[in-house]
Structures are given as structure tokens and as C-alpha cells.
Antibody, heavy 117, light 113 residues
Framework: EVQLVESGGGLVQPGGSLRLSCAAS????????MHWVRQAPGKGLEWVAN????????YYVDSVRGRFTISRDDAKNSVYLQMNSLRSDDTAVYYC??????????WGQGTLVTVTS | DIVMTQSPDSLAVSLGERATINCKSS????????????LTWYQQKPGQPPKLLIY???TRESGVPDRFSGSGSGTDFTLTISSLQAEDVAVYYC?????????FGGGTKVEVK
């Protein structure tokens, strides 16, 4: 069974950092692009970043470029999102998702990041 | 960047009736190299992650009921629920995979009238 489990969320002050993890199981991670998508409380979905199969290609939405870094460790079956210089508008549930080709077919349950002083 | 615009923001449909959601992209999301429209539809229920319904504009994901269908090409797309069931109450999102950033539409909330 395909599973994605996010962790690492929590409460952080503006300007702080967090590292989110997405543990994958039930499939071979290096066969897939992976995405991070977030959802602010009561709001819609926002695509944040993705990474290609070998980790050589990483893409970001403008609002996080230069502050967030996506990475993967296929040996550990994990994808990460390092988030620095956090702002209040980064407050959201962060989901990781698997991409078999032009869609996200499996999603984790999400991890909540709250940025507040 | 490609902007995705959904309409309406919400709609109320009687059980058994048809629900239609529209999604418009600011530029064509049709790839001539693979002859596909890179448009995906998701369903999200409260407290749950999104669930994939339709990809390549009209290909239904395995296990999705056939009352869900997708159509359209280029810049204009539609998700149709042919006969609304109570379990279809949710927010529906379109997303383009033509280019990064892979923007979502703003969502359409579907309720029972």
C-alpha cells in the first residue's frame, strides 16, 4: 500500500526555520517526481515545490524561492522541505504528494506549520 | 505564470442532478508533443487531503466513479458530476501541470440543495 507520512510541523516564530519530512512506503521513491503543496487555514491549495526523480531538478513558487529548499534521500525513502526565514503567511498544512506523470496520485495527511510570535 | 480560474466559487445541486464546474487557464495547457492537456481535477473533503479524480483533462483515475467526467481542451475545462450523491459534497480544485509553478484554481464548493 502506498503511504506518505509528513512530519516536522509545529509552532515557530517569524524568521525561524523548520524541516519537514515526508516518509514514503509501498513504492520505489526514485521512480517519481515529488511535490509539496500547502493549504492555509480555510483557504485553497497552493503548489509550493517539486523535485525530479534524481534530485537534479528543483522548482519553487516565487513566494518561497530562496527561503525553502526541497530535497530527497531515496535511500531513506524520504523527501524533505527545509523552510527558512518563515513568515506568518507560511502558516498552513503542508502536504507531500507523489507524481507518476502530470498528476499527484497519492497524498499524505499533512503536517501543520504555524508561524506566530 | 499560468493562472487558473475556477467558476463558480460554490454551487448547490439537488441529489441526483448534474453539477458542472469550470476551470480556465490563462494560456493553453495543451502539449502538442504528447497530444495531452495537462489539467488535473481533485476532490477535497473537510479534514482530508485532496483526492485525484481526473488527469490529462479527461482520464478518470482508477476507482473514481464514472459519474465524474472531465472535458475541455486548450484553456477551457469542465468537471461534471452527472448525478450528485451525498458523498460528493466537497471542494473541487483544478491544477495545471503544463509548467511550473503548477498552479491550482481557487476551488469550487459543491453542496446539496
Amino acid at each position: 500500500e502506498v503511504q506518505l507520512v509528513e512530519s516536522g510541523g509545529g509552532l515557530v516564530q517569524p524568521g525561524g526555520s523548520l524541516r519537514l519530512s515526508c516518509a514514503a512506503s509501498g513504492f520505489t521513491l526514485n521512480n517519481y517526481w515529488m511535490h509539496w503543496v500547502r493549504q492555509a487555514p480555510g483557504k485553497g491549495l497552493e503548489w509550493v515545490a517539486n523535485i525530479n526523480r534524481d534530485g537534479s531538478g528543483k522548482y519553487y513558487v516565487d513566494s518561497v524561492r530562496g527561503r525553502f529548499t526541497i530535497s530527497r534521500d531515496d535511500a531513506k525513502n524520504s523527501v524533505y522541505l527545509q523552510m527558512n526565514s518563515l513568515r506568518s503567511d507560511d502558516t498552513a498544512v503542508y502536504y507531500c504528494a507523489r507524481d507518476p506523470g502530470s498528476r499527484s496520485d497519492h497524498w499524505g495527511q499533512g503536517t501543520l506549520v504555524t508561524v506566530t510570535s | 505564470d499560468i493562472v487558473m480560474t475556477q467558476s463558480p466559487d460554490s454551487l448547490a445541486v439537488s441529489l441526483g442532478e448534474r453539477a458542472t464546474i469550470n476551470c480556465k487557464s490563462s494560456q493553453s495547457i495543451f502539449y502538442s508533443s504528447d497530444n495531452k492537456n495537462h489539467l488535473t481535477w481533485y476532490q477535497q473533503k473537510p479534514g482530508q487531503p485532496p483526492k485525484l479524480l481526473i488527469y490529462w483533462a479527461s482520464t478518470r483515475e482508477s476507482g473514481v466513479p464514472d459519474r465524474f467526467s472531465g472535458s475541455g481542451s486548450g484553456t477551457d475545462f469542465t468537471l461534471t458530476i452527472s448525478s450528485l450523491q451525498a458523498e460528493d459534497v466537497a471542494v473541487y480544485y483544478c491544477q495545471q501541470y503544463y509548467d511550473v509553478p503548477h498552479a491550482f484554481g481557487g476551488g469550487t464548493k459543491v453542496e446539496v440543495k
